[in-house]
């Protein structure tokens, strides 16, 4: 859920990105369901991806975040 906070952060300060709450949860679900399928458990690698995409959706400087 974590992911979810930052892309919708993300999201309500961007003012070319018009995604619906909603659909920005769909997407970080899926985002966290993958990380976790790759990791197949929450070890210290999962927890340093986790953490280094959570940085980088939060840097107001990324403008990369793509949200499709």
Do not use: Q
Request: with cysteine; net charge neutral.
């Amino acid at each position: 859920m974590f992911i979810f906070f930052g892309f919708n952060c993300r999201a309500n300060e961007s003012d070319d990105v018009m995604v619906s709450a909603p659909e920005v949860k769909r997407i970080a679900l899926a985002i966290e369901e993958e990380l976790f399928a790759y990791y197949s458990e929450v070890n210290t690698k999962y927890k340093h991806k986790f953490r280094t995409m959570i940085t980088h959706l939060k840097d107001p400087k990324n403008l990369v975040t793509v949200l499709c």
